[in-house]
Each structure stands twice: as structure tokens, then as C-alpha cells.
């Protein structure tokens, strides 16, 4: 049976709750109380090498519940390592979706409201919306985060845009694959799997780079990026090592420093 049709006419709810960086102190009202509010709560798993991701959100949960919520936790499924990038991707959302909807199924038989936190907003540089769109059926509510690029500027003080100046958001293939945008004075830059930036003429370039943003263990380097580039490779080698897993994320700035 598809994932579109496995709920026939019962009434779900799902809630996409951004939950910042994986500090709890990021958590809104609006988030509480809807974590508070759900019959149901889908936590992910990624694998043993990733465990940590699964404990924070436990964490999360055991400091925000004031009520019992069933907890379902699920593997989630593994992308297919292939040539077609974005067929990957959407066999991949396909996977979860009926994943999601299996576990929905199973605990909510008559129906009711599911939570589940994504890192972050799920309106930036996250699938969860994309991958809810693949089940028709439910009703989809967003309780709006604290991004990845806000605690990146708010760690290091600076304001995201130079006066009246645009800002991009790409990616890190995006930067690798075609360079600094055209007429683009600040970038930001994400889901790089590491040192796009090295791509890029790093002449007048300032970067602002951080891993683990608000959590414990941020880190944050500054400076011309011919300066602190190789210092940021091994600090993220070094970190990703560690923690068996980085969430990183860095504004580069074309002539300007501040």
C-alpha cells in the first residue's frame, strides 16, 4: 500500500516543530506547547555513528513534556549512493514518507496529532516539508525555529546582510560546482559536506564559520578565509572525528570585514 493512502479517512494531524540547533533553550512557546499537545511523537534515528542526534531529541522531550507522549522511534532509511544526485534524493523521501506513514498508522489507529522536531526551521534547507507533501492525507502544521544561520551570526555578533546589500543562501555543492554567484556579496553557505569554500579565490573573502551552534560544543573560527581556511579543515576533521558526526555552517563576505 502507498504511503498516500495508508491513513484512509482517519484525521492526522502532523506538526514539523523546528527546534533550533539541538539547544532546548531555542525551543519556542509554540513549539511546548505543541510537542505538549501531540498524540504522538516520531523521533529519527540515523545509526549507532549518529546516536547522539537521537539523544538530543530525547533530551529535548524529557525537559519540554509535562504530559506523557507515546514516543515511536524510527530508522530512517538510507539514501542510495548514486550518479542521479536528485533521484536519490527523491527515491530517499519516497522511503521515509512510507516510513512515516507506517509508524503513524501502527500507533494512531483512529487517528490524532503527531510531532515531530527538525532541526533548525523546516523551511530552510530541510526536507521534512517535501517529504510530508508525499502523504496527502495529513494535515501539515509548522512551528517556525531558530535557524542554523541566525545562531551563526548571533555567536559571532555580526549582522547577516552590509548595509543595504543582499545576502545568498546556496549550498555546498552549489559553491563548488559553480563558484561565487554573480553580483553576490555575502554568501551562506550550507549543507557543505566540507571545504567548498576551497573553491572559491579567497582574495578579499572573510569568513564566519561555526559547527554545533548553540550546543556545548561550538566551535567558531573568524577571519580572512587565505588565513583560516586549512585551520578550518582540521578543526572540522578533527571534530567530525570525535563526534562521529558535524553540523557546520559559515557566511563568506567579499570585501568587507564586519
Same mark, same amino acid.
Given at each position: 500500500?502507498?504511503?498516500?493512502?495508508?491513513?484512509?479517512?482517519?484525521?492526522?494531524?502532523?506538526?514539523?516543530?523546528?527546534?533550533?540547533?539541538?539547544?532546548?533553550?531555542?525551543?519556542?512557546?509554540?513549539?511546548?506547547?505543541?510537542?505538549?499537545?501531540?498524540?504522538?511523537?516520531?523521533?529519527?534515528?540515523?545509526?549507532?555513528?549518529?546516536?547522539?542526534?537521537?539523544?538530543?531529541?530525547?533530551?529535548?522531550?524529557?525537559?519540554?513534556?509535562?504530559?506523557?507522549?507515546?514516543?515511536?522511534?524510527?530508522?530512517?532509511?538510507?539514501?542510495?549512493?548514486?550518479?542521479?544526485?536528485?533521484?536519490?534524493?527523491?527515491?530517499?523521501?519516497?522511503?521515509?514518507?512510507?516510513?512515516?506513514?507506517?509508524?503513524?498508522?501502527?500507533?494512531?489507529?483512529?487517528?490524532?496529532?503527531?510531532?515531530?522536531?527538525?532541526? @533548525?526551521?523546516? &523551511? %530552510?534547507?530541510?526536507? #521534512?516539508?517535501?517529504? +510530508?507533501?508525499? =502523504?496527502?492525507? $495529513?494535515?501539515?502544521? !509548522?512551528?517556525? @525555529?531558530?535557524? &542554523? %544561520?541566525?545562531?551563526? #551570526?548571533?555567536?559571532? +555578533?555580526?549582522? =547577516?546582510?552590509? $548595509?543595504?546589500?543582499? !545576502?545568498?543562501?546556496?549550498?555546498?555543492?552549489?559553491?563548488?560546482?559553480?563558484?561565487?554567484?554573480?553580483?553576490?556579496?555575502?554568501?551562506?553557505?550550507?549543507?557543505?559536506?566540507?571545504?567548498?569554500?576551497?573553491?572559491?579565490?579567497?582574495?578579499?573573502?572573510?569568513?564566519?564559520?561555526?559547527?554545533?551552534?548553540?550546543?556545548?560544543?561550538?566551535?567558531?573560527?573568524?577571519?580572512?578565509?587565505?588565513?583560516?581556511?586549512?585551520?578550518?579543515?582540521?578543526?572540522?576533521?578533527?571534530?567530525?572525528?570525535?563526534?562521529?558526526?558535524?553540523?557546520?555552517?559559515?557566511?563568506?563576505?567579499?570585501?568587507?570585514?564586519?
Amino acid at each position: 500500500m502507498g504511503a498516500a493512502a495508508i491513513f484512509g479517512s482517519r484525521m492526522i494531524t502532523l506538526s514539523l516543530i523546528g527546534i533550533g540547533t539541538g539547544n532546548p533553550d531555542h525551543l519556542t512557546g509554540q513549539a511546548i506547547h505543541a510537542l505538549n499537545g501531540a498524540d504522538l511523537v516520531l523521533l529519527p534515528r540515523k545509526g549507532d555513528d549518529k546516536s547522539d542526534l537521537a539523544d538530543i531529541r530525547r533530551q529535548i522531550l524529557s525537559r519540554v513534556l509535562t504530559r506523557v507522549v507515546p514516543v515511536a522511534e524510527y530508522d530512517v532509511p538510507k539514501r542510495a549512493d548514486q550518479a542521479d544526485y536528485l533521484g536519490a534524493v527523491n527515491d530517499w523521501h519516497d522511503a521515509i514518507a512510507q516510513t512515516w506513514a507506517e509508524a503513524i498508522a501502527a500507533h494512531l489507529p483512529r487517528g490524532g496529532k503527531v510531532a515531530l522536531m527538525v532541526w @533548525g526551521d523546516p &523551511s %530552510l534547507y530541510d526536507s #521534512t516539508l517535501r517529504i +510530508a507533501s508525499r =502523504l496527502p492525507d $495529513l494535515t501539515v502544521k !509548522v512551528i517556525p @525555529g531558530i535557524t &542554523s %544561520l541566525q545562531a551563526l #551570526t548571533a555567536a559571532h +555578533a555580526i549582522p =547577516l546582510n552590509t $548595509l543595504a546589500a543582499p !545576502v545568498t543562501i546556496t549550498t555546498g555543492r552549489q559553491l563548488r560546482d559553480h563558484g561565487w554567484p554573480e553580483g553576490a556579496v555575502t554568501l551562506a553557505v550550507m549543507l557543505d559536506k566540507g571545504g567548498a569554500f576551497s573553491a572559491i579565490d579567497p582574495k578579499d573573502v572573510t569568513i564566519w564559520w561555526g559547527a554545533y551552534v548553540g550546543m556545548p560544543e561550538e566551535v567558531l573560527i573568524h577571519g580572512p578565509l587565505a588565513e583560516v581556511s586549512d585551520q578550518i579543515l582540521a578543526t572540522r576533521a578533527a571534530r567530525r572525528a570525535e563526534h562521529g558526526w558535524i553540523m557546520d555552517i559559515y557566511l563568506l563576505r567579499r570585501g568587507h570585514d564586519d
